[in-house]
């Protein structure tokens, strides 16, 4: 046949009446490379092509990676890839086999998943070797989705500047309405389209009767020519974290990110119960289904974890392998029909379902919100923190005490409902992706009081006992002394900022005992000291000061600044043990509103407080924390400066003396106690935090001697020292990662010595006369 003969049948056929010239002698052929142009990680893949006369020809790749097809059938024909996975690797092999969402995972998946990118960025190369060996060659940058039947697992297309040639791929017949390449068994060899759409057939879609063809899987290739088919790796980022047991600056900084991201929707499309489309998208930005199952898995570097966030705070991403992502679980009516058919009603399953909880519709909610993810070494459990104002303020104040039914002591009653309704979505998550991984847990504010009492619970299964890690941020009493030291066995690194004074309630002043409803006293006694070190104000009666019913559980870091002036101060993170700075920030606020508030304003005051907001607060202290440690262990620094320790070791000195002279004056004036039992308690209470205040002194003096190791800063990855350097490469290209923020930068030496001495003592010299309200002991 002529070549003016196969442009007239062409065009006759792009009209519909016929569809090619079924004269053979034609051969095309085509070569996979990665984007080094090295056709080697393809070498030995089985393909298949379909030409338009649906005659099946198969072969190997060579050791270039190379195909070719001779004496096939006029026209354009399709290339697939769709050898199922049968080595040896761990990984891939549970994937395949695990009950709940096995994954059709094929041999050109695993090779496209070893490949690296060409640009450390993930955007592909405007340019391949292998491209310019051939001339006149086609050129395409595909995608492995592109090339296999089963694609509900596998990410979203990324941008590229040279996809394949979609008008070839009309080109080929319409597949039967009844054909589903999806449910063909990936073992048996591909019939191509076999059968075509009748007339009547076509009749039929075009009027809505019946559903359209199914989209033919695969490249189309065009005849009597040499292709390049660039395959894009199968790469994705995930944040770095820990699986250490030890505290660690890394996950420090890392889960206050994804503690924040809790606060935003999953943002699937659409969101029903049931889905009644073929797929799901997550395109609301940002979002937790955003992040792990539309923007990591593309390779996009994300940064913002709230709406209202406009400083960029860039999480330490990791490259790895895409199936050791983050996951978010496939949606495929068809494959998975036992649990994604529509058909199931309210029992159907989609990602939404399964990796985020939100009870705020239900009738019985807890106005609770959780979101869960995993790979192959641990389990991310995210618990959104005070949110709105009513339901969760309500919540939060509901501080009855009620039994722990999963073991021992007692709880808040309204942490508690929120841990009981997230329990079973957990549960139910791990009992189908559960394999030994860490759990690793964390929350905010109400969100962290829920994750201790979850966690608790899921630690008295013996298959998690020894499995879980708890970071909070914020977090306030969840339970009696009885209920934190039945709890101790659970490893929780508690993260407290200065001022924040959520992490001081619920207090003595609240009812917990016998009253269902929580009740504030009307009045009560302020005790007010000179400034030192910021440290304003002592609460009888109100604060953790003198214990209460109610204790915290965790080991605590607590964020503490250390002010030179008012254009210089920085910030240390340490374990201070006197209840004057733990619970200070409770003391500021009461003391901001003039004495005991009421109600609503208080919790008003509490959730809207500039030092208790994440994205305002913890982020840039966590982020600043990072960097301090990270030049503490290259430099081979102490994490507390010479001047640092002599403010803050003056500061709770000149406390300590001002404490000594309140228990004085409480034994001159012995008129002022009505009773002797009240001025004994009173007396043992400043005597326990003088006590107090000499071990924090001590902790202090440890804390100037001690040095950072690897391990301090990046945990469970610090055996791993040159994977640790190649991702800070990725993380320090974001100049916002190299700023030199006040609280990250080690201070300077004090200009003035005496200026020194009167910053420590809030400009008073030590032992200087202070305020104090006798009347407001009594």
């Given at each position: 046949?002529?070549?003016?003969?196969?442009?007239?049948?062409?065009?006759?056929?792009?009209?519909?009446?016929?569809?090619?010239?079924?004269?053979?002698?034609h051969?095309?052929?085509?070569?996979?490379?990665?984007?080094?142009g090295?056709?080697?990680?393809y070498?030995?893949?089985?393909?298949?092509?379909?030409?338009?006369?649906?005659?099946?020809?198969?072969?190997?790749?060579?050791?270039?990676?190379?195909?070719?097809?001779d004496?096939?059938?006029?026209?354009?024909?399709?290339?697939?890839?769709?050898?199922?996975?049968?080595?040896?690797?761990?990984?891939?092999?549970?994937?395949?086999?695990?009950?709940?969402?096995?994954?059709?995972?094929?041999?050109?998946?695993?090779?496209?998943?070893k490949?690296?990118?060409?640009?450390?960025?993930?955007?592909?190369?405007?340019?391949?070797?292998?491209?310019?060996?051939?001339?006149?060659?086609?050129?395409?940058?595909?995608?492995v989705?592109?090339?296999?039947?089963?694609i509900?697992?596998?990410?979203?297309?990324?941008?590229?500047?040279?996809?394949?040639?979609?008008?070839?791929?009309?080109?080929?017949?319409?597949?039967?309405?009844?054909?589903?390449?999806?449910?063909?068994?990936?073992?048996?060899?591909?019939?191509?389209?076999s059968?075509?759409?009748?007339?009547?057939?076509?009749?039929m879609?075009e009027?809505g009767?019946?559903?359209?063809?199914?989209?033919?899987?695969?490249?189309a290739?065009?005849?009597?020519?040499?292709?390049?088919?660039?395959?894009?790796?199968?790469?994705?980022?995930?944040?770095?974290?820990?699986?250490?047991?030890?505290?660690?600056?890394?996950?420090?900084?890392q889960l206050?990110?994804?503690?924040?991201?809790s606060?935003?929707?999953f943002?699937?499309?659409?969101?029903?119960?049931?889905?009644?489309?073929?797929?799901?998208?997550?395109?609301?930005q940002?979002?937790?289904g955003?992040?792990?199952?539309h923007?990591?898995?593309?390779?996009?570097?994300?940064?913002?974890?709230?709406a209202?966030?406009?400083?960029?705070?860039?999480?330490?991403?990791?490259?790895?392998?895409?199936?050791?992502?983050?996951?978010?679980?496939?949606?495929?009516?068809?494959?998975?029909?036992?649990?994604?058919?529509?058909?199931?009603?309210?029992?159907?399953?989609?990602?939404?379902?399964?990796h985020?909880?939100?009870?705020?519709?239900?009738?019985?909610?807890?106005?609770?919100?959780?979101?869960?993810?995993?790979?192959?070494?641990?389990?991310?459990i995210?618990v959104?923190g005070?949110?709105?104002?009513?339901?969760?303020?309500?919540?939060?104040?509901?501080?009855?005490?009620?039994?722990?039914?999963?073991?021992?002591?007692?709880?808040h009653?309204?942490?508690?409902?929120?841990?009981?309704?997230?329990y079973?979505?957990?549960?139910?998550?791990?009992?189908?992706?559960?394999?030994?991984?860490?759990?690793?847990?964390?929350?905010?504010?109400?969100?962290?009081?829920?994750?201790?009492?979850?966690?608790?619970?899921?630690?008295?299964?013996?298959?998690?006992l020894?499995?879980?890690?708890?970071?909070?941020?914020?977090?306030?009493?969840?339970?009696?002394?009885?209920?934190?030291?039945?709890?101790?066995?659970?490893?929780?690194?508690?993260?407290?900022?200065?001022?924040?004074?959520?992490?001081?309630?619920?207090?003595?002043?609240?009812?917990?005992?016998?009253?269902?409803?929580?009740?504030?006293?009307?009045?009560?006694?302020?005790?007010?000291?000179?400034?030192?070190?910021?440290?304003?104000?002592?609460?009888?009666?109100?604060?953790?000061?003198?214990g209460?019913?109610?204790?915290?559980?965790?080991?605590?870091?607590?964020?503490?600044?250390?002010?030179?002036?008012?254009e210089?101060?920085?910030?240390?993170?340490?374990?201070?043990?006197?209840?004057?700075?733990?619970?200070?920030?409770?003391?500021?606020?009461?003391?901001?509103?003039?004495?005991l508030?009421?109600?609503?304003?208080?919790?008003?005051?509490?959730?809207?407080?500039?030092?208790?907001?994440?994205?305002?607060?913890?982020?840039?202290?966590?982020?600043?924390?990072?960097?301090?440690?990270?030049?503490?262990?290259?430099?081979?620094?102490?994490?507390?400066?010479?001047?640092?320790?002599?403010?803050?070791?003056?500061?709770?000195?000149?406390?300590?003396?001002?404490l000594?002279?309140?228990?004085?004056?409480?034994?001159?004036?012995?008129s002022?106690?009505?009773?002797?039992?009240?001025?004994?308690?009173?007396?043992?209470?400043?005597?326990?935090?003088?006590?107090?205040?000499?071990?924090?002194?001590?902790?202090?003096v440890?804390?100037?001697?001690?040095?950072?190791?690897?391990?301090?800063?990046?945990?469970?990855?610090?055996?791993?020292?040159?994977?640790?350097?190649e991702?800070?490469?990725?993380?320090?290209?974001?100049?916002?990662?190299?700023?030199?923020?006040q609280?990250?930068?080690?201070?300077?030496?004090?200009?003035?010595?005496?200026?020194?001495?009167?910053?420590?003592?809030?400009?008073?010299?030590?032992?200087?006369?202070?305020?104090?309200?006798i009347?407001?002991?009594?």
């Amino acid at each position: 046949m002529s070549m003016e003969s196969l442009e007239t049948n062409v065009a006759i056929f792009m009209q519909g009446n016929i569809h090619a010239c079924p004269k053979r002698g034609h051969s095309t052929s085509f070569q996979l490379v990665d984007e080094l142009g090295n056709g080697k990680p393809y070498a030995g893949l089985t393909y298949e092509i379909i030409d338009y006369e649906d005659t099946v020809y198969a072969g190997k790749l060579d050791v270039k990676g190379c195909g070719k097809v001779d004496n096939h059938y006029c026209g354009p024909l399709i290339l697939k890839l769709s050898q199922p996975f049968t080595g040896t690797e761990a990984l891939y092999k549970d994937l395949r086999a695990r009950e709940h969402y096995p994954l059709p995972i094929t041999e050109l998946q695993v090779r496209a998943e070893k490949t690296r990118f060409f640009n450390k960025s993930g955007v592909r190369t405007q340019a391949n070797p292998a491209k310019d060996l051939a001339a006149n060659a086609a050129y395409y940058q595909v995608e492995v989705s592109e090339l296999v039947k089963h694609i509900a697992h596998l990410p979203p297309l990324a941008q590229r500047s040279d996809p394949p040639n979609m008008v070839v791929h009309k080109l080929m017949r319409s597949a039967h309405k009844t054909r589903s390449f999806a449910q063909v068994d990936a073992s048996v060899p591909d019939k191509g389209a076999s059968a075509i759409f009748s007339q009547e057939d076509r009749g039929m879609v075009e009027l809505g009767f019946s559903p359209p063809p199914p989209k033919l899987t695969g490249i189309a290739l065009l005849p009597n020519k040499h292709h390049v088919l660039e395959v894009r790796p199968m790469r994705a980022l995930r944040p770095m974290l820990s699986t250490s047991n030890e505290f660690c600056a890394l996950n420090l900084y890392q889960l206050s990110l994804m503690a924040t991201l809790s606060y935003t929707d999953f943002g699937q499309e659409p969101n029903t119960q049931p889905v009644k489309t073929d797929s799901v998208s997550f395109p609301l930005q940002p979002s937790s289904g955003n992040w792990f199952g539309h923007a990591l898995p593309q390779f996009d570097e994300l940064w913002k974890v709230d709406a209202s966030q406009t400083k960029k705070y860039y999480p330490l991403y990791e490259e790895v392998p895409y199936s050791k992502r983050l996951e978010v679980v496939p949606f495929d009516p068809q494959h998975y029909s036992e649990v994604n058919d529509p058909a199931l009603g309210d029992e159907q399953e989609h990602p939404a379902k399964l990796h985020f909880f939100d009870d705020r519709k239900q009738a019985d909610s807890t106005d609770t919100q959780a979101f869960i993810t995993h790979h192959d070494e641990l389990i991310l459990i995210s618990v959104r923190g005070t949110s709105e104002v009513l339901p969760d303020g309500l919540r939060d104040g509901d501080a009855y005490q009620v039994p722990f039914q999963e073991g021992e002591g007692k709880v808040h009653r309204g942490f508690y409902g929120g841990a009981q309704a997230v329990y079973p979505f957990v549960v139910s998550y791990l009992e189908r992706f559960y394999s030994g991984q860490k759990l690793l847990i964390t929350g905010h504010s109400l969100g962290g009081a829920i994750a201790l009492i979850l966690s608790e619970m899921l630690r008295r299964d013996p298959q998690y006992l020894t499995q879980i890690v708890l970071y909070t941020y914020g977090a306030p009493r969840a339970g009696d002394t009885t209920f934190i030291e039945s709890a101790q066995p659970l490893i929780h690194h508690r993260i407290v900022n200065q001022n924040d004074p959520v992490p001081s309630v619920p207090a003595t002043w609240m009812n917990t005992f016998a009253n269902p409803k929580p009740m504030y006293i009307a009045n009560g006694a302020v005790l007010v000291i000179t400034p030192a070190a910021g440290f304003a104000l002592l609460v009888w009666g109100m604060t953790n000061f003198f214990g209460d019913d109610y204790g915290h559980h965790g080991a605590l870091h607590h964020f503490m600044p250390v002010v030179f002036g008012k254009e210089h101060q920085s910030s240390i993170l340490w374990q201070p043990g006197c209840s004057i700075i733990n619970d200070h920030g409770c003391a500021e606020a009461l003391r901001n509103i003039n004495g005991l508030p009421k109600r609503g304003a208080f919790l008003k005051q509490l959730f809207a407080a500039g030092d208790h907001s994440m994205v305002g607060s913890y982020i840039p202290g966590c982020w600043a924390s990072l960097r301090r440690w990270q030049e503490a262990q290259q430099l081979n620094r102490s994490l507390v400066t010479p001047r640092e320790f002599e403010w803050v070791s003056g500061a709770l000195e000149n406390i300590r003396k001002q404490l000594r002279a309140v228990e004085r004056e409480i034994q001159a004036h012995p008129s002022a106690y009505v009773r002797h039992q009240e001025r004994n308690h009173k007396t043992t209470v400043l005597n326990n935090e003088i006590d107090k205040i000499k071990m924090t002194q001590a902790r202090l003096v440890d804390l100037r001697g001690q040095r950072v190791t690897e391990a301090d800063v990046y945990g469970s990855y610090a055996d791993q020292p040159e994977w640790v350097q190649e991702n800070l490469l990725r993380w320090n290209a974001h100049p916002e990662n190299l700023v030199q923020e006040q609280l990250a930068m080690i201070p300077t030496a004090a200009e003035d010595h005496d200026a020194a001495i009167a910053a420590m003592t809030g400009g008073h010299a030590v032992g200087a006369p202070f305020q104090l309200d006798i009347d407001s002991i009594v």
